[in-house]
């Protein structure tokens, strides 16, 4: 048989060419013709073919996932294969975690992310990290520790109908994974090889050399000391400048160091020496299946080895599952899946902490000595560089920050039929996860020099059960079908920590807790959360004509207060296919319209504690003690989301070509905010819920076979796009303004929430570019357009866009002859904005290029020769004007395309098989973001760093190029 992979309309979105059309495929014997028919996966294990869906949801399946070997974990696979979500990274470090966001963000300081739910079963996703606790900074992604190439397919649910079943969590979306299972027949033997190399995905900004470095310092010297009559003329143009400050001309006023800088001989390349150009990374998968009318069975084992273009950052991961299924008898079948896994992650230091080696890269001075004449570390004067800093390189080697991962999950189910279409169904499934995070700071440099050497250790261990009783009931009357659920989940997990700090190391050779002598901290958390919900699905339709969903959830979360512990959630949806019409049998053309409609109200759980008057602080004068943390709110409880789903599905020469359009309105309600409280009651503010808002677009996916030949070439394309308008239509007490912090205001971005604006809206002062007359900066005076000004402070701030995009999407094509096939797909952004936080030191115009050299763009500085510069005067420490303060000098759009993935396989077919014994052999070349295009020309950055849009010296995000073979036996 000849399956042809392609997109699910009728609300279910297969992309790359991925999966069976809604539509019935023939299978042709010399007896008979079967039917069959393509089943998604809807929530709680219960199937539903694609004729009764009424939901929106997204489906891509097991070759999609398999073509992006690079994303570690389901996270990062979703940007631009799925209609309606958009992911983003802060970070490129292998093993890390993405943001998703399914139609938009539903929740402002409440959960924004979606639940992912395993085989029917809810496991703990996000960054598990704890190393807030003592500050060891990892990442602790628990969902790369899940295998991709274990998962048949991911189904995204988007709307009411199809996430109303999950209740109080499913307001930022529902994401469920099914895992590979067992078939019937013969044991099926796979192999799969993979290896290549990872660059960064974009050109960054580039160093500034030794040379470069001096001309700047001395331009910003001449410019802040030019025309003092102190200095004669020792400033009249930049050679006597050069010569003045190298001769020691200021010694007197800095102690030699403008001078020490000048005379360096040393050209460090502080890039080169803290990331390489190339990295590595290889899978090496095997897995077996097959079975009888008994039992089937699955079982696969993974090594995944990656590392990152930065040195000293990498991931490893060891996974290994089973799944088995076993008819008992006639009524009762009994399924066991387990999984197990490890993973160890290497990270570095990022954001703005003087251990980070992408700070190092723009901060550390050039004319600084990489190593000393013997080769060893050159660590500086009392271990710090000329300019305070670190030797980024050396802390690299000396220091370490990991995690180390271990996760065992276990899907129990038994299904018994009780009766003619009624069915029970028993779900238990524990989840284990424990994580070991440790950090490292040798006595020799860097932050353990001070401490004389310190470890910092945390240990934190969870425990998950969810517990499901399902009773589902299948009849039909005639024309009419009807189906009903019933059913009760307990979800109940455990979080115990212990933490540990120890300075003072008595031999860096031997770095556990008890080699150091002096103990700097003890600590330990223990966090119990459980849930219970009970609900009713129903379906109805009419010979798949008319079709009716509706449910009812009720949850019951212990965190809560006794008042507000329960929660009502509830969906309808509505169906019409129009083109099982008698009057529509003349339209040949078109061989599929159907309507859809939902609506319903599901709940986001907060993430402020009710209870949380106290808080208890172990030691305080060898007495045990307490603070006073929060306010007790008895009306705290779930933020609430509405969400109206219109859809059309349309198939066109025998669904050939499909298009499917929807519109989605998602309110949220009841969102959490911080009330302020009077200074006499001796807190700033409480939780509540009040504030309100929108999330609305449209979304359209696009399938078309082109050419289609079983025997010859073949041509498929398919593509989707999504638009979001998110607007606050409800803000407590006005604007709340989140200012630039720190004197070059790199601490914090400038962003606002106002009622009727977006989430994540920009809030500054708009660049007007630099005066060719004098060479100050400008900004526009309405912070919009018009007129100018070279003073900062006259300049008004403004919003200047959303780092939310606009229009997102993908699309792709699939070409095959023969045995050679070509798959590409591209993803896409318009729209959005992103910030560069650190710009204010590495473009700062000469306010800090004494202590941090910044970006190579710099040296497009206004003079009298070079009037029409990019970048002002520089001056030194002052600056010229604040032009390196907050403005939309740092702000860039993010528009962009991206070649995310592209692979070209030759599949063995004939006698080479026959030859070879082997059932299968494909051998393949893939890359993964190897093409780039931005809108914004002066763009330097990721275009798809981070849903909040901002920059903060976070590792590149990476691109690959591998070669692979699979084979089958």
């Known amino acids: 048989m000849n399956v042809k992979f392609k997109v699910l309309s009728a609300g279910v979105l297969f992309f790359m060419g991925q999966s069976v059309l809604a539509q019935n495929t023939k299978r042709d014997s010399a007896t008979s013709t079967k039917s069959i028919e393509e089943v998604v996966i809807v929530g709680f294990g219960q199937k539903k073919t694609v004729k009764e869906l009424t939901g929106a949801l997204s489906t891509m399946n097991a070759k999609a996932i398999e073509d992006n070997p690079v994303a570690t974990s389901v996270d990062k696979m979703l940007q631009g294969r799925v209609a309606g979500v958009q992911t983003g990274v802060s970070s ?287 660590l500086g004067q009392n271990g710090r560089l000329t300019n305070g800093l670190f030797n980024n390189a050396a802390i690299q080697d000396y220091n370490y920050q990991r995690n180390q991962t271990s996760r065992i999950f276990a899907n129990l189910q038994a299904e018994y039929k009780l009766a003619k279409g009624l069915t029970y169904k028993f779900v238990f499934a524990p989840e284990f996860i424990n994580l070991l995070e440790s950090a490292y700071y040798s006595p020799i440099h860097g932050d353990g020099r001070s401490s004389k050497g310190e470890k910092r250790d945390i240990s934190t261990r969870y425990f998950n059960f969810n517990l499901q009783n399902i009773l589902t009931y299948n009849f039909s009357v005639d024309l009419n079908n009807m189906s009903f659920t019933a059913l009760q989940e307990a979800y109940r997990t455990q979080m115990d920590l212990v933490s540990a700090n120890g300075m003072v190391v008595g031999s860096p050779y031997l770095q556990t807790m008890d080699n150091f002598i002096k103990p700097y901290s003890v600590g330990g958390q223990k966090n119990i959360d459980s849930r219970w919900g009970y609900g009713l699905v129903g379906h109805y339709d009419y010979d798949r004509i008319i ?138 503010s409480y939780w509540a819920n009040i504030g309100d808002m929108v999330n609305k677009g449209f979304e359209f996916t696009l399938n078309a076979d082109i050419l289609k030949n079983s025997d010859g070439f073949n041509w498929s394309v398919n593509g989707n796009l999504s638009t979001l308008k998110n607007i606050i239509t409800n803000l407590p007490g006005g604007d709340i303004i989140n200012p630039p912090v720190g004197i070059n205001g790199a601490s914090m971005s400038g962003t606002i929430l106002r009622q009727g604006e977006s989430m994540n809206s920009y809030y500054m002062r708009k660049w007007a570019g630099v005066d060719p007359t004098n060479g100050d900066p400008l900004w526009y005076i309405n912070g919009k357009d018009g007129a100018t000004t070279n003073k900062y402070a006259e300049a008004k701030e403004a919003i200047q866009g959303t780092s939310l995009n606009k229009v997102t999407g993908g699309f792709g094509t699939n070409i095959s002859y023969k045995g050679i096939s070509l798959d590409a797909f591209f993803t896409y952004g318009f729209g959005g904005k992103i910030l560069d936080q650190w710009m204010g030191y590495t473009v700062s115009d000469g306010s800090s290029i004494g202590n941090t050299p910044g970006y190579e763009s710099q040296m497009d500085f206004w003079t009298p020769e070079n009037p029409n510069a990019s970048n002002p005067k520089p001056i030194l420490d002052l600056g010229n004007k604040r032009s390196f303060a907050m403005s939309t000098r740092r702000l860039y759009k993010s528009d962009y395309i991206r070649l995310s993935n592209i692979k070209l396989a030759y599949t063995f077919k004939g006698d080479i098989l026959e030859k070879t014994k082997l059932t299968s052999l494909q051998i393949y070349v893939l890359g993964n973001n190897v093409w780039t295009h931005t809108f914004d020309k002066n763009l330097r950055l990721d275009p798809e760093i981070s849903v909040t849009g901002n920059y903060n010296l976070g590792i590149p995000i990476q691109k690959a190029y591998m070669l692979g073979v699979n084979i089958g036996f």
Not at 228 to 238: A, E, L, M, R, V
Not at 647 to 656: H, I, P, S
């Open 92 to 378: 490129g470090q292998p093993g890390g975690f993405a943001s998703v966001r399914v139609r938009g963000i539903s929740s402002i300081n409440g959960v924004k992310d979606p639940i992912y739910i395993v085989d029917g079963v809810r496991i703990k996703s996000g960054n598990l990290s704890q190393g807030s606790v003592n500050g060891v900074a990892n990442q602790g992604n628990v969902l790369a520790n899940l295998n991709p190439n274990d998962i048949e397919n991911i189904t995204v649910l988007k709307d009411a109908v199809s996430t109303a079943m999950y209740g109080a969590d499913a307001g930022s979306g529902v994401i469920i994974i099914t895992t590979k299972k067992g078939k019937r027949g013969a044991a099926k033997f796979n192999m799969n090889f993979t290896q290549g190399i990872t660059q960064d995905a974009v050109k960054r900004q580039g160093v500034l050399s030794a040379d470069q470095y001096k001309k700047l310092l001395t331009y910003s010297i001449m410019n802040a000391y030019q025309g003092d009559p102190s200095y004669g003329d020792n400033f009249k143009n930049y050679q006597s400048s050069y010569d003045f400050v190298k001769g020691g001309g200021l010694d007197a006023e800095d102690g030699g160091y403008y001078s020490g800088i000048l005379n360096s001989p040393y050209n460090t390349n502080w890039k080169k020496a803290t990331q390489r150009d190339v990295a590595y990374m290889r899978n090496i998968e095997a897995n077996m299946s097959g079975g009888n009318d008994k039992m089937t069975y699955f079982g696969s084992v993974n090594y995944f080895d990656q590392n990152s273009t930065v040195k000293g950052a990498d991931f490893k991961r060891i996974t290994a599952t089973t799944s088995v299924a076993y008819q008992a008898t006639e009524r009762l079948k009994i399924s066991t899946d387990i999984q197990m896994a490890y993973s160890n992650t290497n990270s570095q230091p990022e954001g703005g902490v003087y251990t980070n080696p992408l700070l190092g890269q723009y901060f550390n001075l050039p004319t600084d000595p990489l190593r000393n004449p013997d080769g060893s570390w050159y």
């Open 547 to 684: 079709l009716l969903d509706a449910s009812y959830r009720r949850d019951v979360l212990s965190n809560f207060t006794p008042g507000k512990k329960a929660g009502n959630f509830w969906s309808v949806g509505l169906g019409l296919d129009v083109a099982r019409f008698d009057f529509m049998k003349d339209w040949k053309a078109m061989s599929m319209l159907k309507l859809r409609a939902s609506y319903g109200k599901v709940g986001n759980q907060v993430l402020a504690n009710p209870y949380a008057l106290y808080s208890y602080r172990g030691n305080y004068n060898d007495l045990a003690s307490a603070d006073l943390r929060g306010v007790y709110n008895p009306n705290l409880s779930w933020e609430t989301i509405n969400p109206l789903n219109i859809g059309v599905d349309l198939g066109f020469l025998n669904n050939r070509i499909t298009l499917t359009a929807e519109y989605y309105n998602k309110k949220s309600k009841d969102l959490l905010f911080q009330m302020p409280l009077q200074i006499s009651q001796g807190l700033p």
